[in-house]
């Protein structure tokens, strides 16, 4: 990131995602599923022309942060989140396991 880029994370609940933008414009997402107080991590995407300025952990985080402000706990199916989460002991006690009944509950969502 440079100082002169705007970048904002937002929760997009009708996608299911919190998007991230640079100068307005979308430059990823983190999706989430919320299943009980459980809200998992299935999946993150960055456009390559945003790559390489730290904007997929500036992402995780503020979802993670908002995962924990909104009373949830976080399951980290998405390997990038699972790395972020195992990076920084400040979110270490968000976590829970990923279960063979979380992949489960994924697939049966899957069109």
């Known amino acids: ?7 904002d994370v937002t929760r997009n609940d009708a996608e299911g995602r919190y ?15 919320d299943k009980g ?7 993150t995407q960055l456009d390559d022309k945003f790559s390489g300025r730290g904007l997929s952990s500036v992402l995780i985080r503020d979802a ?12 980290a199916v ?3 989140v ?4 195992s990076k920084h002991d400040e979110v270490a006690d968000l976590a829970d396991p ?3 009944e979380i992949l489960d509950f994924l697939r049966s969502r899957q069109p």
């Open 1 to 7: 990131m440079t100082e002169s880029e705007q970048t």
């Open 19 to 33: 998007d991230i933008t640079v100068n307005g414009e979308l430059a990823g997402f983190t999706e989430f599923v």
């Open 37 to 43: 107080r459980q809200r998992i991590f299935p999946h």
């Open 64 to 75: 993670l942060a908002d995962t924990r402000e909104v009373g949830q706990r976080a399951v």
């Open 78 to 80: 998405c390997p990038l």
């Open 82 to 85: 699972a790395r972020y989460i």
């Open 98 to 100: 990923v279960t063979p």
